[in-house]
């Protein structure tokens, strides 16, 4: 299996080559990790079948990012790439047709619900991946890719669903990139990720990534939301024009008072009715 293991990494790498950062070959290892973590409580597993499954789980992705007509899906096709290279390494055809299975129904967006145990640890590690911080940096890599937004909360989510997402669906594919955000895809996507998980390991490892994602979403609104000036498509909010005048003032006036009173206090001071001045301070300032 060393050998093979090594085989296939390297075919994977070459494939994968030109992904971004969040479904390189990193994110294939981090997806085989989490596989014989998972596989570590479940007995009568197929590791051969898990591992061989996880290192091919994305090797389609490249073809499905090149189709711009959005039609081609990286499980359905990484699964046909699969074939001949696990044959070549000696694989029955049995054990090919299982890895097969794991691959096609690896997606979220999928008809393909995986069905034996092996496909459903394949399912579980790759989801976990785009939870917690791992899935905070792949989302940010997503953004910058696609030159998505940082932070963006449409005021009527339903609208905003009916407009960019295909078919008015929550889980339908982006339109237009450029509008989303991960505030958005919490909401529609990553939240329900824990639902759909199926062993019980994932589902607890799953449970704490979500709520760690939403803090730091929490976090982020904190910080870009504290004062803002302007509306979030950019236009200045007129209404808070009328309360910045009125804090300005309100400082400005403060200001001014005691400005006021600290130079007629110093005048007093250095004046000829310094015993007047010494009998305010002792009166304001005694203990
Ligand atoms: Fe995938
Ligand atoms: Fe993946």
Redesign the pocket.
Known sequence: MEDNFQKIKKIVEKEENCTDAG?NME??LR?YNMCLKLAEDILGCDLEVIKFAALL??IG?QKEIQDKSGKTDHALIGAKMAEPILKEMGVSDEKVKHIQDCIVS?RYKTENQPKTIEAKILFDA?KL?ALGAIGIARAFVWVGNNRAKIYYKPDNLDEYIKENLCDGKMNGRIQDKSKHSFQIEFETKIKFIVDKLYTKKAKKIGKERTEYFKKFLDRLEKEVKDKMYYNQDNSIKLKNYGKYRNNARKKHTKRFVFASFGNSYALLVSSKFRNLAVAIHKLLFAD
Do not use: E, Q
Request: aromatic share 0%.
């Open positions: 479904h994110h294939t997806v789980h994305d992705g690896h790759d991946d």
